[in-house]
């Protein structure tokens, strides 16, 4: 798309001024609207900055010598950090300020391991959660089961923790409402980066990489995109509330 703008001859410093703002604020309505609307399925929300002043971190699950659950020649931590990318782009086009564990196929181990490798991965990514000192946390991981039936994105929560079921209940009626393919519903779990993190916080499980046909749509990009988007609904309607 292109745009030509005809603009005035103006003669004075503070008309310049003016209209400096005026294009400088079109550029930026633009830019929201390019970023904001991933696709003709996902609906739009209402022009501004909703998350303007919010720090939130983005936790895409595994990674480097991690795989995660691999099945269908898909990795999980591949489609973890996709999605991750995706809703860091909408969560800064919303005005928040995003800190990601991790941007990359690498893990968190800043040393040579001598112990646990998981146990110092999970060290590492609380310590760049607690100095961030976020609104709150996201957790993205991909679920899988022995069996190929199951199905269905699911948002999981810190156990008797009320901010953290309200991120997840609002995140999971975005999901069930964009994607039309699950009935499930948020949870509260005995999960580390959940209890440890010290702020609201929701583990998403995107889907079940082990059900072929949903393992399909997550390797699609168009069908991550509305995913994201979906997480990204929620978590303005978690602030807006």
Not at 99 to 118: I, N, Q, S
Not at 149 to 169: I, M
Request: glycine fraction near 8%; aromatic fraction near 4%.
């Amino acid at each position: 798309m292109r745009l030509i703008l005809l603009l005035p001859e103006v003669t004075h410093k503070k008309s310049a001024a003016v209209l400096i703002g005026a294009v400088l604020l079109l550029a930026v309505l633009i830019l929201i609207l390019l970023r904001g609307e991933p696709g003709e399925h996902c609906p739009a929300v209402r022009p501004g900055l909703p998350l303007s002043g919010r720090v939130i971190v983005l936790d895409p699950g595994h990674g480097g010598y991690d795989p995660g659950v691999f099945r269908h020649r898909v990795a999980e931590k591949e489609l973890n950090l996709a999605v991750s990318l995706v809703l860091r782009d909408y969560l800064q086009g919303g005005g928040a300020r995003v800190v990601m564990t991790r941007e990359t196929d690498h893990d968190l181990l800043t040393l040579p391991a001598a112990g646990p490798k998981k146990k110092l991965d999970m060290k590492n990514r609380l310590a760049i959660i607690r100095a961030a000192h976020p609104d709150l946390l996201i957790s993205i991981h991909t679920n899988a089961s022995p069996s190929p039936l199951w199905s269905g994105a699911q948002v999981f929560h810190k156990q008797d923790c009320t901010e953290g079921r309200k991120l997840a209940v609002l995140i999971q009626e975005e999901l069930t409402r964009v994607l039309e393919n699950t009935d499930r519903l948020a949870k509260g779990a005995d999960y580390l980066i959940l209890n440890e993190s010290g702020v609201p916080a929701a583990l998403v499980e995107i889907g079940f990489i082990s059900n072929p046909h949903e393992a399909r749509l997550l390797a699609d990009e168009r069908y991550r995109l509305r995913l994201a988007w979906a997480v990204y609904l929620g978590i303005i309607s978690y602030f807006a509330s």
